[in-house]
């Protein structure tokens, strides 16, 4: 049967589909324009399963905060190939996605997953892309910050972003940007030593220990020289008290209060997709 090239043309427009995919699936369905969707989705679900096994280890990671300015989110959707990564369209995916995430404050990944675009959940329509791409797609992670101001920062590249979230309103925005590209160059595990994990204080004091052990300390001592050790590792590996990379004679914390006395961060996320 004939099949016209405006009804292949909107079924691209719906489904993201390649234009000889269409083309197809109209033919198999006889025409049939719902049914030809359904074809579609199907080959989705299809390339999903055969693709189960397969890497997703390239992709995107974006980060964009809401008009107030008080709450950002970040999501990272992967695939296989550095290709598809960079391809105008699966980035423009994933910025859908997050899009909706943000218009609907969703509080977790699951919450993303179950978000309705365009007719179907967010979950359907990574399946549905995998079999428009022929790659595998998956969205294994999504963050919400809210703050007085929160802050996204998105490295060249997309694969590396950051949200940082700060004590009040109208921070400067270059003020902002320093310090979420800080966290992004220096990663550091928590804002400051109090907010390290005791399971991270306990694994640096064991590694430390070790290392003075190695180096013929008493054991006697082992423990009061390992707490300097830890001392540094707070130093060097919490936000708050790294140098400043645009000032190293300046801690992040005393940079900070050179704008204000009172400004501080409550909290950030990173994502490095290569870590």
Do not use: W
């Not at 694994?203 to 020289?225: H, N, S, T, V, Y």
């Not at 990379?245 to 961060?265: H, R």
């Amino acid at each position: 049967m004939d099949i016209s090239a405006a009804d292949v043309m909107k079924l691209r427009k719906v489904t993201g589909a390649g234009m000889m995919d269409c083309k197809t699936a109209l033919a198999d369905a006889e025409g049939d324009f719902n049914r030809a969707i359904d074809i579609i989705r199907e080959k989705g679900k299809l390339v999903a399963s055969k693709r189960a096994d397969r890497a997703a280890t390239e992709g995107v990671v974006l980060a964009k905060v809401n008009g107030s300015g008080k709450t950002g989110a970040m999501i990272v959707l992967n695939c296989e190939t550095d290709f598809v990564a960079k391809n105008e369209a699966f980035v423009a995916f994933a910025v859908k996605i997050l899009d909706a995430a943000i218009a609907n404050n969703a509080a977790d990944l699951d919450a993303v997953k179950a978000l309705v675009i365009d007719g179907r959940t967010v979950e359907n329509l990574v399946i549905e892309q995998t079999g428009v791409i022929g790659e595998k797609l998956d969205l294994p992670y999504y963050s919400k910050l809210d703050a007085e101001t929160v802050v996204a920062y998105i490295h060249p590249g997309n694969k590396l972003s950051t949200l940082v979230g700060f004590s009040k309103a109208g921070v400067d925005t270059q003020v902002a940007k320093d310090i979420a590209m800080q966290v992004a160059a220096m990663n550091p595990v928590a804002v400051d030593k109090d907010f390290v994990p005791a399971d991270v204080v306990a694994k640096e004091l064991e590694i430390a220990k070790e290392k003075f052990r190695q180096e013929g300390k008493p054991e006697a001592m082992l423990d009061k020289i390992s707490q300097g050790a830890l001392e540094k590792f707070f130093k060097e590996s919490t936000l708050l008290n790294q140098a400043f990379i645009k000032e190293n004679k300046q801690t992040v914390k005393e940079f900070l209060k050179s704008v204000d006395k009172d400004l501080t961060v409550t909290a950030f996320y990173r994502y490095n997709l290569g870590d």
